[in-house]
């Protein structure tokens, strides 16, 4: 697919520019024996020009003609397999989570909690979106009628907020069913919105137009109390329970930004700030809405996006304790834009365009890491045709009544991954295909790493590691190049190791797991601040929310076992209303987790780090056995391996020692076998001294190698063993008497000292033993050499 | 300088070559000599030395089929023997002065003779092949003499680089090895030791070499100084190789070059070739075999007989590889001609590249067959092997150089050392350190290895099966008080003096002891 995107763009600037390349040539062709620096220069000039021309509107063009095509259908819809083939970077799977309720009036997310609520004349019905899964059964909870403005579960989920009016907000206590109401002080503000929030001093914030309320809610005395109060003139604001990061917007354009966090460790009031707004001419002064402004958290940092429409450009923001530093800008090919966070992968929506474009931006980067392609749907029950199947007609045949509108107006992109068709009140998740996305990557190692972040479906990205790095060896790639690979894998593995992240147990609560940012995020995240160069004393702001993250489970896991899952979901039901909504999350991870034990052992993965012994049983053996021919490019692999692991002080199991070994041994390399084991490079251990007596049957230095090996290891049992074998008896007496090695069998001896016909070390290995060890003049292996002995000497004597 | 000490080495030693399969009709005796040293030795004596060689060898060999002479003490002489080759011998005469009576080592003559016929095997290949190619024998003369006294020469030199820098044997004798080199060992490789973060980057770096190259089969040698640090040879060919880059290739060999270089050029201002010219010109040179096979010389002097181990010859180039003018130079680009040797097991001919940055120094071997144009190709590859490897390289000489502890850095205070494992890698006390032992103390060790030699030998003839070498352990309290101190167990062996360990025989065997565990993981600690 993407060599068919390179030839088309050659083959477009071969046409497009072929006056100019023409020109250059003939200039070049003329003065070819005098080569000179800047000789056709204004020739060489012209036809760059086209090139660049060419190139920079290919991305433009692409997306132009998929949004064309697309337009030109919009009431078909045949979006997104026209291009691509049936590929895509992202997707969402079939069927959606259906919220559609009689008589709903509307759906409201609260991502706090993860739960999508749809609110009836007096009942909220809840659907849990985390694990994320289609047959999910919706909670109701009972709260008097009236108009809602918006919805939120408190924390510990015990008691919902409605936001009724400009001056109201209704709080219900789940269990008790009892109510009560907080207003407005004065009619000159009103209320923009509230959120609960784990700070330790309050439990909910109210913003409104003239600040921020941090108030207390008291369910005992049915009275909410104000804790404290931010004045600010506000005219919007824009939260999520991710970032615990809320940004008000001030000023007449509304560009000016006050942010509080307001996390479990305290509040944090950052610098004021001013959004970056071009303008299109000296007196257009555009204003900035409330949909321009996203908050991402993206491996622990929070960042900010903001759509500057008349530069078509989306300005980056990322937020330090004490500071605000711009990142750059990413382009926009649509007037609309929204964003997702997919595993830390950034997902710019170019809605008109109908494309998503990735970034992974840990790097600072601001490359895309994909072509622009649209999300994709999967899943539906196939078609009679076996082809990926087309979105608009699969839909009008199977959910007749709705249409569903791939980048429609429809379309609702929630915080982080989540997309709400509001017409046919059903909501997707965004799933990333990472097997796409490193196929359309040619650089390896850039490629492992971008995987190696990468925690949703950990086992799955695990496996797709492994099989790149063994493609990758097995097409010959030069040593250096393979070299970076490992070390990617080697320092993530480190890392991981380090951080204790591997086997994380996942039942953290919720409210501690906003202490911090997992450890390896603040890690990284501490050694960019160096980079950014705002300085030691600024801490960035962290994340609270990724824990939550790997708390997902993949939803095709979830559907596999489908009928456990609804089992679970309704047998916790009846938990719910005595507990809490979190412990029925847990409640069904569990049920999940009886139903499929190996499964278990996967998802709790929650890195695809790849330990050396992963490495060895998943690379090097499969490499191993289909290479064929001179093995010293695996040996080589295997030497850069060796380095990457000792430079991160990772300890190797004799495995792959062994392994080397036999390598090397099957094609004689026993110079370089020699070097390895004397320099240590495969460190001494048992098994390989083992390996190497196994192969002193080719070569004798290798006996002597393992020899010393045992020594030095202080096997002394092995090494008398040994000796003896080789004959050397005497010697291996003298060493058993010095290190008291007793355990090796007399008789072996005596008989060594009886091959070598000598009556006179027999006699003397005959006296040691019976010296040595106390009472062997009694056994019956002594009777035995002792009349041997004399039959020999009666037979000299004779 | 050549001439004078020619001939007065002349008075010490004769070296000679000859083939027994060649010349054995009356009269044609003279066909079997392929080298003779001094070549101005008349004809008579030189056959005479050789008719009572092939005469030993013939009568041993009725007792001993396998191994005939090795050595025969005569009075005035010591004849040493050395089957180069199946029925080609080397034979060295030397003479037996009152200083050096009993003294010289055989073993150590022996060991030369070995080292020469290994060095001309790696750059002619086998003396038998180049007989079979051209069977009247002229072309193996016509290389062997060049060579052979551009390896003497090399004695010299070395001799007089030791006077130089450590104010030893004044004089401008050829150096035999004597009692003096007892604490060291020819044929064997010096080895560096190192850590193993530092091995696992040479071998890296090895193997990105070996990769860079493009085909699979190249090996390569890396030293450190005058060190050993890596090889994929085989050992013989680690052997001859490593000696032949000590002698020319290192950068202490490439220094010491330029050093003397002026006071060389002076001298060799009358004639060409020094060595060489010393040879067809001094003696009177009679018989047509050599006056053909000298003027056929003169001619061809240039094109075809190569002198690998003439002397200053090697320099540095910009890109790092070394570089000589030996082998001549391409025709149309002023690049010189890349050295092609043999590799002894398989008899493969490989091209011989040697990079050098600072004290490290890379020899890459490349097969000629997997290089199809020439010294083009092998640009190509050293270009590579820049470009994949060179800031391996310089990370490699930086980390080397920082585990170096100098030129004393094998020293051990308190001890005199000699440490060979399996015959093929030596470590010794530094020669500057060695010098410091009384003469008796020389002697006596001297006197005991060439015990310890026979001992070695007997056993291995009576029991060539068992691998189980002889266990020696021998202490000899020499004239001076000095303890001299023979350790051998399986196939490691130990020679060392101790000079100032006066006291008693448990004393010095403790001092072995302590010694053995320390610097050689208790290999020699018996109980």
């Keep these: 697919m993407k060599e068919r995107n390179t030839t088309s763009t050659l083959k477009r600037i071969l046409v497009n520019c072929s006056s100019q390349a023409k020109e250059y040539g003939g200039c070049v062709a003329k003065k070819v024996p005098e080569v000179e620096r800047d000789m056709c220069l204004k020739e060489f000039l012209a036809l760059k020009n086209c090139m660049q021309n060419v190139c920079l509107t290919s991305v433009f063009c692409y997306i132009k003609n998929f949004s064309m095509s697309a337009n030109a259908s919009s009431s078909q819809l045949t979006v997104g397999l026209s291009g691509s083939g049936g590929l895509s970077h992202a997707y969402v799977q079939y069927p959606p989570l259906k919220c559609n309720l009689p008589g709903s009036r509307g759906l409201y997310y609260d991502d706090a909690n993860k739960l999508l609520l749809s609110p009836t004349s007096d009942q909220v019905f809840s659907w849990k979106t985390v694990?994320?899964?289609?047959?999910?059964?919706?909670?109701?909870?009972?709260?008097?009628?009236?108009?809602?403005?918006?919805?939120?579960?408190?924390?510990?989920?015990?008691?919902?907020?409605?936001?009724?009016?400009?001056?109201?907000?209704?709080?219900?206590?789940?269990?008790?069913?009892?109510?009560?109401?907080?207003?407005?002080?004065?009619?000159?503000?009103?209320?923009?919105?509230?959120?609960?929030?784990?700070?330790?001093?309050?439990?909910?914030?109210?913003?409104?137009?003239?600040?921020?309320?941090?108030?207390?809610?008291?369910?005992?005395?049915?009275?909410?109390?104000?804790?404290?109060?931010?004045?600010l003139s506000v005219n919007w604001y824009v939260y999520t329970h991710g970032s615990r990061l809320v940004l008000l917007a001030s000023g007449m354009q509304c560009k000016t930004l006050t942010g509080f966090q307001l996390s479990s460790v305290g509040i944090v009031r950052l610098p004021r700030f001013e959004m970056v707004m071009a303008k299109s001419d000296a007196n257009s002064k555009p204003v900035l809405a409330a949909e321009d402004v996203f908050i991402i958290t993206v491996y622990g940092r929070i960042y900010c996006l903001q759509i500057d429409r008349v530069a078509m450009q989306l300005h980056s923001y990322r937020f330090y304790r004490d500071a605000v530093v711009q990142q750059g800008s990413l382009p926009m090919f649509s007037s609309k834009i929204s964003v997702s966070v997919v595993d830390n992968v950034l997902l710019v929506h170019q809605v008109d365009a109908r494309v998503s474009i990735l970034y992974d931006i840990f790097e600072d980067s601001r490359a895309p890491i994909s072509a622009p392609l649209p999300l994709l749907l999967r899943g539906l029950p196939q078609s009679h045709t076996g082809r990926p199947v087309n979105v608009g007609e699969s839909l009008d045949r199977n959910s007749s009544n709705h249409e569903l509108m791939f980048y429609g107006d429809d379309w609702t992109f929630l915080v982080p991954d989540l997309i709400c068709d509001v017409a046919s009140k059903s909501v997707w998740k965004i799933h990333l295909d990472l097997e796409v996305i490193s196929s359309s990557s040619s650089e390896v190692p850039s490629n492992l790493e971008f995987l190696q972040r990468r925690k949703l479906e950990a086992s799955k990205t695990k496996q797709l590691c492994l099989a790149i790095t063994r493609a990758f060896i097995l097409e010959r790639r030069p040593v250096t190049m393979v070299a970076k690979a490992i070390d990617v894998l080697v320092s993530s593995y480190s890392h991981s190791v380090k951080t204790c992240s591997n086997l994380k147990e996942t039942k953290v609560d919720e409210a501690s797991a906003s202490v911090g940012t997992n450890a390896s995020n603040s890690s990284r995240s501490a050694k960019d601040e160096s980079r950014v160069g705002v300085g030691d004393k600024s801490f960035n702001l962290s994340a609270s929310d990724s824990d939550d993250q790997s708390r997902e489970i993949d939803s095709r896991d979830l559907q596999k076992s489908g009928k456990e899952n609804l089992l679970g979901a309704e047998s916790s039901r009846g938990e719910v209303q005595s507990s809490s909504l979190h412990t029925q999350q847990l409640g069904l991870g569990n049920n999940q987790l009886n139903a499929n034990n190996s499964e278990r052992q996967d998802s709790q993965l929650t890195s695809p780090a790849i330990s050396p012994d992963e490495m060895y049983s998943c690379v090097f053996v499969p490499v191993g056995e289909e290479i064929v021919g001179d093995p010293s490019y695996l040996v080589a692999i295997i030497v850069e391996f060796l380095r990457s692991t000792n430079s991160e002080k990772i300890k190797v199991r004799p495995?792959?020692?062994?392994?080397?070994?036999?390598?090397?041994?099957?094609?004689?390399?026993?110079?370089?076998?020699?070097?390895?084991?004397?320099?240590?490079?495969?460190?001494?251990?048992k098994e390989v001294a083992m390996q190497l007596l196994e192969s002193g049957h080719q070569n004798p230095q290798m006996r002597k190698l393992a020899l010393d090996m045992l020594r030095q290891l202080s096997l002394h049992h092995d090494y008398v063993t040994l000796l003896v074998q080789d004959g050397c008896y005497l010697e291996a007496l003298r060493y058993a008497r010095k290190h008291k090695v007793t355990s090796v069998r007399p008789s072996l001896f005596l008989e060594a000292a009886l091959a070598s016909k000598d009556s006179q070390h027999l006699a003397a290995v005959l006296r040691f033993f019976s010296d040595f060890i106390a009472g062997f003049r009694n056994t019956p292996e002594y009777q035995d050499y002792f009349r041997i002995l004399n039959e020999m000497n009666t037979g000299l004597a004779v | 300088m050549g001439l004078a000490s020619v001939n007065t080495a002349s008075e010490g030693m004769q070296l000679c070559i000859f083939d027994l399969r060649r010349g054995q009709q009356e009269g044609q005796e003279l066909d079997k000599i392929l080298f003779f040293f001094p070549a101005d030795l008349p004809f008579a004596t030189q056959l005479s030395v050789i008719g009572l060689s092939e005469g030993l060898i013939t009568f041993t060999r009725i007792f001993s089929p396998d191994a005939a002479c090795e050595v025969i003490e005569a009075e005035r002489h010591s004849h040493v023997f050395y089957e180069a080759e199946s029925d080609i011998w080397m034979v060295m005469v030397v003479d037996k002065s009152k200083e050096s009576k009993a003294a010289c080592q055989v073993d150590a003559l022996r060991k030369v003779l070995k080292e020469v016929h290994s060095l001309f095997v790696l750059f002619h290949g086998t003396m038998r092949s180049m007989l079979e190619k051209e069977t009247s024998g002229g072309l193996i003369r016509s290389h062997l003499y060049p060579f052979i006294t551009d390896y003497l020469s090399a004695y010299q030199k070395q001799s007089l680089l030791c006077n130089c820098c450590w104010d030893f044997l004044i004089g401008r004798k050829l150096q035999l090895p004597s009692f003096h080199d007892c604490l060291m060992e020819r044929g064997t490789v010096q080895m560096l030791t190192v850590g193993r973060e530092a091995a696992i980057e040479v071998q890296s770096l090895v193997k990105v070499l070996e990769c860079s190259a493009g085909t699979t089969s190249c090996y390569s040698l890396v030293l450190f100084q005058d060190l050993l640090v890596s090889t994929t040879l085989s050992p013989d060919d680690t052997i001859s190789l490593f000696t032949y880059a000590v002698l020319r290739l290192t950068p202490h060999a490439l220094s010491s070059g330029a050093t003397s270089w002026s006071y060389l050029q002076r001298t060799n201002a009358g004639s060409q070739v020094p060595a060489l010219s010393t040879i067809t010109n001094s003696g009177s040179v009679s018989d047509n075999i050599y006056r053909s096979r000298d003027a056929s010389l003169d001619q061809e002097n240039n094109c075809q007989v190569k002198r690998p181990l003439h002397h200053n010859r090697w320099f540095r180039g910009n890109d790092g590889f070394l570089a000589s003018d030996i082998w001549g130079t391409d025709n149309g680009s002023q690049t010189s001609v890349t050295p092609i040797v043999y590799l002894q097991l398989?008899?493969?001919?490989?091209?011989?590249?040697?990079?050098?940055?600072?004290?490290?120094?890379?020899?890459?071997?490349?097969?000629?067959?997997?290089?199809?144009?020439?010294?083009?190709?092998?640009?190509l590859v050293k270009q590579q092997v820049l470009e994949n490897a060179s800031l391996k390289m310089l990370m490699v000489e930086e980390k080397l150089s920082k585990g170096w502890g100098g030129e004393n850095a094998y020293h051990v205070s308190g001890y005199r050392y000699l440490l060979v494992d399996d015959e093929r890698v030596s470590r010794a006390s530094p020669p500057a350190k060695v010098m410091t032992l009384a003469k008796e103390s020389l002697l006596a060790l001297s006197k005991l290895r060439e015990e310890v030699n026979l001992e070695k030998k007997r056993a291995k003839c009576s029991s060539s099966e068992v691998n189980c070498d002889k266990e020696l352990e021998i202490c000899v309290r020499?004239?001076?008080?000095?303890?001299?101190?023979?350790?051998?167990?399986?196939?490691?062996?130990?020679?060392?003096?101790?000079?100032?360990?006066?006291?008693?025989?448990?004393y010095a065997a403790d001092s072995v002891e302590k010694f053995s565990n320390r610097y050689c993981s208790g290999v020699f600690s018996l109980d």
């Excluded at chain 1, 269990?175 to 439990?203: A, N």
């Excluded at chain 1, 003239?210 to 004045?231: P, Q």
């Excluded at chain 1, 495995?655 to 084991?677: D, K, P």
């Design chain 1, 131 to 231: 694990p994320f899964s289609p047959h999910v059964a919706a909670t109701a909870d009972y709260i008097n009628e009236g108009p809602v403005l918006s919805i939120r579960y408190s924390l510990d989920a015990k008691s919902i907020a409605v936001h009724r009016s400009n001056q109201e907000i209704q709080f219900f206590q789940r269990e008790t069913r009892e109510t009560f109401t907080h207003m407005c002080k004065s009619e000159s503000e009103s209320i923009l919105g509230f959120f609960w929030t784990d700070c330790p001093v309050c439990d909910l914030v109210v913003v409104k137009t003239s600040g921020l309320d941090l108030l207390t809610v008291s369910f005992t005395s049915k009275s909410v109390n104000l804790v404290e109060t931010k004045k």
């Design chain 1, 655 to 685: 495995n792959i020692y062994v392994f080397t070994i036999q390598l090397l041994v099957r094609y004689e390399r026993f110079a370089e076998l020699s070097l390895l084991i004397i320099n240590k490079v495969l460190e001494p251990s």
């Design chain 2, 346 to 379: 398989t008899e493969e001919r490989m091209y011989l590249c040697a990079y050098q940055h600072k004290s490290l120094t890379i020899i890459l071997l490349v097969p000629v067959s997997s290089i199809l144009n020439g010294e083009q190709g092998l640009s």
């Design chain 2, 478 to 506: 020499a004239k001076n008080g000095a303890w001299v101190i023979a350790r051998t167990s399986r196939g490691k062996e130990l020679y060392m003096v101790l000079e100032k360990a006066s006291e008693t025989l448990l």
